[in-house]
């Protein structure tokens, strides 16, 4: 009998290990499902016309919309666009780390008053955190001045980035904080934010704010780079 309950007990863990190894991996948004199809040169768009896309990655899903004729995105996009040589409106697309923080692509998230500001969940969990850098038209921003944000930063700058959560439409009572930049200390490279004090939540929030504030809300470009969703440091 001890042998059997040895026995059961030795699978039992095998089969839990092996479940704890596979969630990770289904549950992480890395936007590799993500098809991309330009409309024009230098165009990371899935769309050329008035439309709402749903991105799903992971255990994710967010909403895109696209106006103007392709001209202009609110909420996510994916990019797999490399290099941090554009500036200004074009470089909204690039990551100010060079390109995905692994695989091919990122996502890029502009958020504003009229966009989706949220990226929901298939089913309520415990999200460990994600990865996060600048934008090139934040960073051009930011780093060099221009005709919305001014001149360049300085010591009493900053930028930042809250994530919230929310659990069955209600807001949960906890919030991270994280500093895309600090006086002139300005975030390139990918780095982890750390969102298990949240809790478990089935929606995600993002609000952006800043020193460059003016009568219509926040001047520094309101872009931020995404990439592993859900991710374990």
């Known amino acids: 009998m001890k042998r ?4 059961v007990a030795a699978l039992a863990l095998v089969f839990a290990s092996c479940e704890n190894t596979a969630v990770p991996d289904q549950f992480v948004a890395t936007f590799e499902e993500a ?10 768009f899935k769309a050329d016309k008035d439309t709402t896309i749903f991105l799903k990655s992971g255990a994710f899903k967010a909403e895109e919309t696209v106006s103007w004729a392709g001209a202009s995105v609110a909420g996510a996009v994916v990019s797999n666009i490399k290099g941090t040589s554009k500036k200004g409106l074009e470089g909204a697309y690039y990551a ?3 390109g995905p923080h692994r695989g091919r692509n990122f996502m890029v998230w502009y958020a504003n008053a009229w966009a989706p500001n949220t ?31 001014g001149e360049p930063f300085g010591d009493e700058d900053w930028f930042k980035l809250t994530i919230g959560g929310k659990l069955n439409g209600q807001v949960v009572n906890t919030k991270v904080d994280f500093m895309l930049a600090e006086g002139t200390s300005i975030v390139k490279n ?19 704010t800043g020193s460059r504030t003016g009568d219509w809300g ?4 309101s872009y931020f780079c995404v990439d592993d969703l859900g991710a374990k440091r």
């Not at 059997?4 to 026995?7: A, I, K």
Request: glycine fraction near 6%; include cysteine; charge should be negative.
């Open 96 to 98: 100010t780390a060079g």
């Open 4 to 7: 059997s309950f040895f026995f």
């Open 190 to 208: 990918w780095t982890y934010v750390d969102l298990s004090t949240l809790g478990e939540v089935d929606e995600l929030t993002f609000e952006m």
């Open 218 to 221: 926040l001047n520094t470009p």
């Open 35 to 44: 098809e991309i199809s330009p409309v024009k040169q230098d165009s990371i």
């Open 119 to 149: 990226i929901k969940l298939t089913s309520a969990a415990i999200v460990p955190g994600m990865y996060v850098c600048n934008n090139m038209y934040a960073y051009a921003s930011m780093t060099e001045g221009d005709a919305y944000a």
